[in-house]
């Protein structure tokens, strides 16, 4: 029988005359980078032995849509949304959508009462 597999390559030539070097891959690493200190904010910087500082309580802020907004005040969600583009009630733009804070809502109504008589 005819032996017909390919010939094996016993080892990688590292320089050929006209040829480039391979080039190594990703960022080059060094062992200064390697041993870097972890920035204090970083949960890993906090030894295991000592609970993690606990943040401030904040005050809860609850996000309204502008259906919800329309459904309060008893108007069309267009009129929310005039309201908001005119600058008369504060909103948060969320993607393609605007939350309204439910503090925004009552401060408007508040202030938009009007003494008749």
């Known amino acids: 029988m005819i032996d017909v597999t390919m010939p094996q390559r016993a080892t990688i030539q590292t320089s050929r005359p006209g040829v480039p070097a391979p080039r190594q891959m990703g960022r080059p690493v060094s062992a200064a980078s390697l041993s870097r200190p972890v920035p204090a904010a970083h949960p890993a910087s906090v030894p295991l032995g000592r609970p993690a500082p606990v943040p401030a309580p904040r005050a809860a802020v609850a996000f309204l ?11 069309s969600k267009m009129t929310v949304y005039r309201l908001v583009h005119g600058g008369e009630l504060s909103a948060v733009r969320v993607g393609r959508s605007f939350r309204v804070p439910e503090r925004a809502v009552h401060d408007y109504l508040r202030d938009a009462y009007t003494d008749i008589a």
Do not use: F, H, K, S
């Open 65 to 75: 849509t502008v259906a919800e907004v329309a459904a309060i005040m008893r108007v």
